[in-house]
């Protein structure tokens, strides 16, 4: 409360024009919830984020700011929207998360900058993508990619391998082998900006391109042949398994050891398939977000078209993930 106090106090005392404690303020609003939402669980934070955000479009629509600070408002306004509408995707609310977006895009195109532009795009396709509008998530990958041709941060990177699992979605193969071969060339080319200096999910480490990797693989089906998807499902496990790595989020473990679930589940390794996937199932609530459920949901989908589906584990698997359910939206994330 004492926090919140202040806030109130430093938004409001410097009447007249905008000063720096007050950017100074959304700034670091911005730093701490870029670091903490891949780590923590989302309801802990979407009151802070929400906070943050109406901030951010009180003061730009407040008229006390001088032209050369409008253009770091419209910046943090767009990360602020940003995470807003991934958090808004997180608790299954496609229609928000949509128009948080949307929001993004308006203040990044405000601020001039490329790469927030290009962000936009990227979460556009992922959040149509984890809704199961494959052709929608390859358009806005697509167009993120060819609109901004000269960015050179990780983003450049993220938006072919969004486009990859998306083609993989809807069963093109050539097209899915297209997007990651020019993900690994954009690799070789990144030139790591100002979006990859804040990190969290705003940048996209090679880690993150393995973990993608695979799983367009395994939407494929390429994880019932040879040994390389296998192999690459471990190391995508392997390189989420640290929680004190500074690219480390809860999320891409787990869709990592959904991946690696699936691919031991066509090798007939049931128990294996346990193995990878009972860190899944012990997650809290609050950290069941939609691509997670989604993921745990392609297991159950693959355990109903395995061999082993009527033993007695593959049963007991089946029922645990029909009973895995959502995190659970906080008040101010409910319609009114």
Known sequence: MA???ARDFALGAEQGQLGDETLGYLQDEVRRITEQCPRVPLPTLFNVLASAQSDAFRLIEGGRARPSQMRQLHVLATLLSWHMAKACHDLGDESSAMMHARAAGVSAEQAEHPALSALVHGLKSLISYWSGRGEDALFHARR?????QQVHGTVSVWLP?????????LGDAAGAAVAVEQAARRREAVEPDDLD???GLLTFPAQKELYYRVETQVLLGQGATGTATGAAAEQAVAAFSDPDAPFWAFGDEAGARCNLAVVRLHNDELDGTVDALRPVLDLPPGQRNRGIVVSAQRVHRAL????ARTSHLARGLREE???YAPTTPPATALPR
């Open 144 to 148: 993120g990619a060819a609109e901004y």
């Open 304 to 307: 109903g078209h395995s061999p």
């Open 197 to 199: 200096e804040l990190g």
């Open 3 to 5: 926090a919140r106090r």
């Open 161 to 169: 391998s969004l486009e990859a699992r998306a083609a993989a979605l």
């Open 321 to 323: 993930i029909t009973q």
